[in-house]
Structure formats: structure tokens, C-alpha cells
């Protein structure tokens, strides 16, 4: 069986046992705050501390009004916290289930998946966060949010390409999780999540925008929800085609490894 | 679906172990500069074109001394070493039974470990469910079930293990070396549940340095050395020869003892 074919027969496996890495993932979410008094609460504590502080701190900073700029604000930090968790936890997903993989015959990308469940609990409360801060501060909501649906569903297809690629990577080349925690500390402040793509402009600062795909994946979900429409066509076009560039990456990179991850783990 | 089968042929398998040794460290790096000593590809050749058939009703002892590649072997029927070079194929619902020191959730209880050792042997949760009470009362684990796994035994280890892997009705196991690590009573247990599992004409591949095991549970001996398969016969053919070969010592001992050659 040619690497591609058992790729893609292994993804049809993974997928469709979902019970196990859904299982998985949600149990790392509660073994995450076993013992903890506050518990799961702590995702929303985070966030809220979070929003709250730097909100308004920024808020003042930046010159914005705080009933557009809180909410705005929260669903680009959620997403941010989506996308950098899916792709640190993934270098961990293949070396922290060394065991199973070692042990069980299940095809790998159901350790990937699970990390995409795990981060989609913290994802999911921020969602309901954000829809919470925008209540309170008095902003619309309709119908027009619904295009964060498309948004969303690109960005969770992203997010387990980042994953796979990672994990793979990873398993070979240990220093890309320390690399890449390093990297997204640094992106965190450099991508328009405190502030905006219009202070960038007035600065001259365009391509530290225009040239980062994180920015394109954000604005999928946060345009939609904070315009009530469609995010502008070149959102959507540069995502697609770095989803796209993503899965040809994730199909080499696997090609490659995929009969020697047991090796090197 | 086809007859139950176990087909390995001319399989290699290396270990490329330069890229986890200390040469691939920033520290190596710069020590190696120093040094100046030119690097070897480090390979360990587990298996050597090996080739072997198991079929239905079969059941396997394998036998060698440490480093062998009984280990190796069973990995690659199981589908989880892919042959590095030659061919593996094998059909039917593999349930392995390997190392212990691996494949748990040390903080989570025997409980949340059982469920997902199950999971990932293919059983459905509501099956799983259903199946707890009866693995629970064969694991004899009790009130350590409610604990974390963390503070179990070595033995306790392979209770819960053995528990839930035949437990899945599995069509053919893999047992690597597990059954001495039971206590008396378990070990008893283990021992009919096995018998149970070979009435049904399912495969067995078992390695154990236990000769005794081996002349109970298997009408087929490989003996093993250097990724090699040595003689491949009825076992009591091959432990006398094994037992001749590694104690050094004629074949007529009595037949209770059991040889741990190391």
C-alpha cells in the first residue's frame, strides 16, 4: 500500500471513530483542573480577567470606545487562543501518546484530533463569552453573524492542518514546540488582536497584517461577528488558499514521516 | 472476510537510533566540534529478512534471548511497526498485549484507564459500559479501581491490562512476556481465561522466557536470535534444543523447570 493511500484510509478511521478522540480530548479537559476548586470555571476567570484588564488599559490606549472595542477584543482573543493552542498542543500530540502508539494499532491522527477537541472547550466558552461582553456593552446581533459559521468551519479544518503538520514535525524535530511557543508569543502582539487593521494603516505598518495568515483566520469569525456581515472577499480568498498550501504541507510531511513516527518517538 | 492469518515476508526492521542519541543535541553538537570524530549511522537491525506464516488455530511461543526481536516481531503482527523493508500482513482484529511501563493515564483511576484501553481496542462505549462490571471483578483490582493508576504495582499493571484486552474478544492476541508478572492466584485466572481463548481456533502469538507457559499454551515454537527466526517447529522439539543451546547443558531436565536464560 503506497504511503498515500494508508494516509487517507487512516484519516477515514480516525474520523470515523470519533468516540474515541472526542473521549480523549474531553477527558484532557477535565484532567486539566482535576483537583481544582474553581475548576473548568477557570477558562472563563482567564478570559474574563483577561478582556477585562486589557480591555480597558488598551482600550484607553488605542483611543477606542469601549462598547465596540471590548467586543472586538474578546472574539479575536478567543480565536488567537484557539489557533496557538491547536498548534503548540499539537507538537505534544504524537510524544505525549507515545504509549498509545506504541501499544494500540488505532491510525495516529485520532491523537490530533483529540487536541483539536481539547481546545475547542476553552473555543467554545469563549464564544458564549464574547456573545455576553457584546450584549452588555449594547452592540447588535443578527443575522448577518451567521457567516461566522463558513469562518468557522475553515478555521477548525486550519486548525487540525496546523495540528497534524506540528505533530508530525515534532516528533522528528523536538526543538519546534519550544521554537514555536517562542514564535506565537511574539505573533500574539504583532497580529491585530488589541488593536486594529486602521491603526496599523495610520502607522504605516500594513504588512504586519497583510502578511500574516493568523490575521485572515481571525477576521473569518471576528469580521462577521462584529459587522453583522460577510468578511471582505480577500479574507476568505487568502484562507482558502492557505488552507489549501496547509494540507499540501500536511500530506508531505506525513508522506514522508508517517512509517517512522513509531521509530522516533 | 478471509481466514484469520499472520503473513510476515523477508521483513526488516532497523532502528535508526542516531537521531535520539546525544548527537542531535545542541550539546552534542558542540562537543562533536570539538572531537571532530566522524559520525556513524547508527542503526540497529531489530528484525533481518524474516519471514513467517501463522494461520488460523495456531498458536505461537517465541522464544530468544533478550534482544531478539520477540518484541520487534510482535509489533510488526500488530501492525504497529511498519516493516522497514519486506512485507507484513496480517488479517483479523489484533488485540496486543505489550510493555506496561506505557499506555496509561497515571493520574486518572483504574476506572477512566479501563474505558480508555477499551476505546482504543476498539469497543464501543455503551459496550464498554455494559463490559465494565465483568472486567472490573476479573482485574480483582477492587477499591485500587477508585485510585489513581500511579499507584499500582507492576502486577496490577497487567491485571487491568489483561483485563481489558481479552476482554474484546479478540481474534488474535499478542502477548509479549506478561503473564509472569502476575501474582499465583492471577496467573491461575489468566490461565483458564487463555485456555477459553484458544478452544476458539483464534491466533496466539505469545513470547515468554517461561518454558513451562510456553509447552502449556503453544503447539508452535520460533526460536529467535539476532532478528533471525533460528528453528520454527513443535515446541517441545524446540525448548529441548533452546534449553540445550542456552544452558549448555543436556536436554533432560526435568521438564517443570523454567529456564530464564536472561
Same mark, same amino acid.
Given at each position: 500500500?503506497?504511503?498515500?493511500?494508508?494516509?487517507?484510509?487512516? /484519516?477515514?478511521?480516525?474520523?470515523?471513530?470519533?468516540?474515541?478522540?472526542?473521549?480523549?480530548?474531553?477527558?484532557?479537559?477535565?484532567?486539566?483542573?482535576?483537583?481544582?476548586?474553581?475548576?473548568?470555571?477557570?477558562?472563563?476567570?482567564?478570559?474574563?480577567?483577561?478582556?477585562?484588564?486589557?480591555?480597558?488599559?488598551?482600550? !484607553?490606549?488605542?483611543q477606542?470606545?469601549?462598547?465596540?472595542?471590548?467586543?472586538?477584543?474578546?472574539?479575536?482573543?478567543?480565536?488567537?487562543?484557539?489557533?496557538?493552542?491547536?498548534?503548540? %498542543?499539537?507538537?505534544?500530540?504524537?510524544?505525549?501518546?507515545?504509549?498509545?502508539?506504541?501499544?494500540?494499532?488505532?491510525?495516529? /491522527?485520532?491523537?490530533?484530533?483529540? +487536541?483539536?477537541?481539547?481546545?475547542?472547550?476553552?473555543?467554545?466558552?469563549?464564544?458564549?463569552?464574547?456573545?455576553?461582553?457584546?450584549?452588555?456593552?449594547?452592540?447588535?446581533?443578527?443575522?448577518?453573524?451567521?457567516?461566522?459559521?463558513?469562518?468557522?468551519?475553515?478555521?477548525?479544518?486550519?486548525?487540525?492542518?496546523?495540528?497534524?503538520?506540528?505533530?508530525?514535525?515534532?516528533?522528528?524535530?523536538?526543538?519546534?514546540?519550544?521554537?514555536?511557543?517562542?514564535l506565537?508569543?511574539?505573533?500574539?502582539? &504583532? !497580529?491585530?488582536?488589541?488593536?486594529t &487593521? %486602521? !491603526?496599523?494603516?495610520?502607522?504605516?505598518?500594513?504588512?504586519?497584517?497583510?502578511?500574516?495568515?493568523?490575521?485572515?483566520?481571525?477576521?473569518?469569525?471576528?469580521?462577521?461577528?462584529?459587522?453583522?456581515?460577510?468578511?471582505?472577499?480577500?479574507?476568505? +480568498?487568502?484562507?482558502?488558499?492557505?488552507?489549501?498550501?496547509?494540507a499540501?504541507?500536511?500530506?508531505?510531511?506525513?508522506?514522508?514521516? %508517517?512509517?517512522?513516527?513509531?521509530?522516533?518517538? | 472476510?478471509?481466514?484469520?492469518?499472520?503473513?510476515?515476508?523477508?521483513?526488516?526492521?532497523?532502528?535508526?537510533?542516531?537521531t535520539?542519541a546525544?548527537?542531535?543535541?545542541?550539546?552534542?553538537?558542540?562537543?562533536?566540534?570539538?572531537?571532530?570524530?566522524?559520525?556513524?549511522? @547508527?542503526?540497529?537491525?531489530?528484525?533481518?529478512?524474516?519471514?513467517?506464516?501463522?494461520?488460523?488455530?495456531?498458536?505461537?511461543?517465541?522464544?530468544?534471548?533478550?534482544?531478539?526481536?520477540?518484541?520487534?516481531?510482535?509489533?510488526?503482527?500488530?501492525?504497529?511497526? =511498519?516493516?522497514?523493508s519486506?512485507?507484513?500482513?496480517?488479517?483479523?482484529?489484533?488485540?496486543?498485549? $505489550?510493555?506496561?511501563?506505557?499506555?496509561?493515564?497515571?493520574?486518572?483511576s483504574? *476506572?477512566? @484507564?479501563?474505558?480508555?484501553?477499551?476505546?482504543l481496542?476498539?469497543?464501543q462505549?455503551?459496550?464498554?459500559?455494559?463490559?465494565? =462490571?465483568?472486567i472490573?471483578?476479573?482485574s480483582?483490582?477492587?477499591? $485500587?479501581?477508585?485510585? =489513581?493508576?500511579?499507584?499500582?504495582?507492576?502486577?496490577? $499493571?497487567?491485571r487491568?491490562?489483561?483485563?481489558?484486552?481479552?476482554?474484546?474478544?479478540?481474534?488474535?492476541?499478542?502477548?509479549?512476556?506478561?503473564?509472569?508478572?502476575?501474582?499465583?492466584?492471577?496467573?491461575?485466572?489468566?490461565?483458564?481465561?487463555?485456555?477459553? $481463548?484458544?478452544?476458539?481456533?483464534?491466533?496466539?502469538?505469545?513470547?515468554?522466557?517461561?518454558?513451562?507457559?510456553?509447552?502449556?499454551?503453544?503447539?508452535?515454537?520460533? *526460536?529467535?536470535?539476532?532478528?533471525?527466526?533460528?528453528?520454527?517447529?513443535?515446541? @517441545?522439539?524446540?525448548? @529441548?534444543a533452546?534449553?540445550?543451546?542456552?544452558?549448555?547443558?543436556?536436554t533432560?531436565?526435568?521438564?517443570?523447570?523454567?529456564?530464564?536464560?536472561?
Amino acid at each position: 500500500m503506497t504511503p498515500l493511500r494508508k494516509l487517507r484510509r487512516d /484519516q477515514i478511521t480516525a474520523l470515523k471513530n470519533w468516540r474515541v478522540w472526542w473521549h480523549l480530548g474531553m477527558a484532557d479537559v477535565r484532567n486539566r483542573f482535576a483537583k481544582s476548586f474553581v475548576g473548568p470555571a477557570w477558562i472563563l476567570l482567564n478570559l474574563a480577567m483577561w478582556v477585562g484588564g486589557m480591555g480597558i488599559i488598551y482600550g !484607553t490606549l488605542f483611543q477606542r470606545p469601549l462598547d465596540t472595542y471590548l467586543p472586538y477584543l474578546t472574539i479575536g482573543f478567543v480565536c488567537w487562543g484557539f489557533l496557538s493552542q491547536t498548534i503548540i %498542543d499539537g507538537g505534544n500530540a504524537f510524544v505525549f501518546a507515545e504509549g498509545y502508539i506504541k501499544q494500540f494499532t488505532y491510525p495516529k /491522527q485520532i491523537y490530533v484530533l483529540r +487536541v483539536i477537541v481539547n481546545a475547542s472547550v476553552p473555543f467554545a466558552i469563549g464564544v458564549v463569552i464574547f456573545f455576553i461582553v457584546t450584549l452588555a456593552m449594547g452592540q447588535r446581533i443578527g443575522m448577518g453573524m451567521l457567516w461566522a459559521l463558513p469562518g468557522l468551519a475553515l478555521v477548525l479544518i486550519v486548525a487540525y492542518l496546523h495540528a497534524f503538520i506540528m505533530a508530525y514535525a515534532s516528533a522528528r524535530f523536538r526543538d519546534l514546540p519550544h521554537g514555536m511557543t517562542a514564535l506565537l508569543q511574539v505573533l500574539m502582539f &504583532v !497580529t491585530p488582536i488589541f488593536f486594529t &487593521v %486602521d !491603526t496599523l494603516k495610520k502607522s504605516g505598518l500594513d504588512f504586519v497584517y497583510k502578511y500574516n495568515p493568523l490575521y485572515y483566520l481571525i477576521e473569518l469569525m471576528r469580521y462577521p461577528l462584529t459587522e453583522l456581515k460577510p468578511a471582505p472577499v480577500e479574507v476568505y +480568498v487568502t484562507a482558502v488558499l492557505y488552507m489549501l498550501i496547509a494540507a499540501l504541507v500536511a500530506l508531505f510531511i506525513a508522506n514522508r514521516l %508517517d512509517r517512522r513516527i513509531v521509530y522516533i518517538l | 472476510m478471509s481466514e484469520l492469518s499472520i503473513t510476515l515476508k523477508d521483513v526488516g526492521v532497523q532502528f535508526d537510533i542516531g537521531t535520539a542519541a546525544d548527537g542531535h543535541t545542541l550539546k552534542g553538537f558542540l562537543a562533536n566540534l570539538k572531537n571532530r570524530t566522524p559520525r556513524q549511522a @547508527n542503526v540497529v537491525e531489530a528484525l533481518r529478512g524474516l519471514s513467517l506464516e501463522v494461520k488460523a488455530g495456531e498458536r505461537v511461543g517465541l522464544i530468544g534471548h533478550n534482544g531478539a526481536g520477540k518484541s520487534t516481531l510482535l509489533k510488526v503482527m500488530a501492525g504497529i511497526y =511498519p516493516p522497514t523493508s519486506g512485507r507484513a500482513r496480517t488479517i483479523g482484529r489484533v488485540c496486543p498485549l $505489550f510493555e506496561f511501563a506505557t499506555g496509561f493515564e497515571y493520574n486518572r483511576s483504574g *476506572w477512566e @484507564n479501563i474505558r480508555i484501553r477499551a476505546m482504543l481496542l476498539g469497543m464501543q462505549p455503551d459496550e464498554i459500559e455494559a463490559k465494565l =462490571p465483568e472486567i472490573a471483578s476479573f482485574s480483582e483490582l477492587g477499591r $485500587f479501581l477508585d485510585y =489513581p493508576v500511579r499507584t499500582y504495582s507492576t502486577g496490577m $499493571f497487567v491485571r487491568l491490562a489483561f483485563a481489558v484486552s481479552t476482554s474484546v474478544n479478540p481474534e488474535i492476541l499478542l502477548l509479549d512476556e506478561v503473564m509472569g508478572a502476575g501474582d499465583l492466584a492471577f496467573t491461575e485466572k489468566a490461565n483458564v481465561r487463555m485456555r477459553e $481463548f484458544m478452544e476458539q481456533g483464534k491466533i496466539l502469538v505469545f513470547s515468554s522466557h517461561s518454558l513451562d507457559l510456553l509447552g502449556e499454551y503453544c503447539n508452535r515454537t520460533v *526460536w529467535m536470535d539476532h532478528g533471525r527466526v533460528i528453528e520454527d517447529g513443535p515446541t @517441545n522439539a524446540i525448548i @529441548n534444543a533452546y534449553k540445550h543451546h542456552a544452558l549448555g547443558r543436556p536436554t533432560s531436565l526435568p521438564p517443570n523447570k523454567t529456564a530464564n536464560s536472561g
